[in-house]
């Protein structure tokens, strides 16, 4: 079992910076896979980003590459989603997931989910 807490959302002005964290709790945190998504107003859960056990394999959503990048830290069961140059089709509540098996980019490959955090950007 591993439960989920985001943090690190707010406002923004367009270009600007901010840092998603992720809080996991549960011995089996450094085994699973970790992944953000994304979801707006009116519109489906999108892929942003994801990372294996290992932080050897990295994988991002097409609107973000280049402009985000995931990380994690083990030791303190923790992933990170730094995101730059923000804009405001950026602006949706992002959300934490944990996946048993491999990285992931579907919805369905997860397990766990955070609660999720918003984030606004503002033009």
């Known amino acids: 079992q591993v439960q989920l807490v985001e943090s690190g959302g707010g406002l923004v002005q367009a270009g600007g910076s901010l840092r998603l964290s992720c809080a996991a709790s549960?011995?089996?945190?450094?085994?699973?896979?970790m992944g953000w998504f994304r979801q707006a107003p009116g519109k489906e859960r999108e892929f942003v980003a994801a990372i294996s056990w290992s932080g050897g394999i990295t994988k991002y959503g097409n609107s973000v590459k280049g402009r985000f990048a995931i990380s994690r830290d083990n030791a303190k069961n923790t992933v990170y989603l730094q995101m730059n140059s923000l804009k405001p089709e950026d602006t949706a509540v992002y959300y934490c997931a944990a996946a048993k098996g491999s990285v992931r980019v579907d919805v369905i490959g997860y397990d766990y989910w955070g609660q999720g955090t918003q984030v606004t950007v503002s033009s």
């Open positions: 549960g011995r089996t945190f450094s085994t699973v896979a």
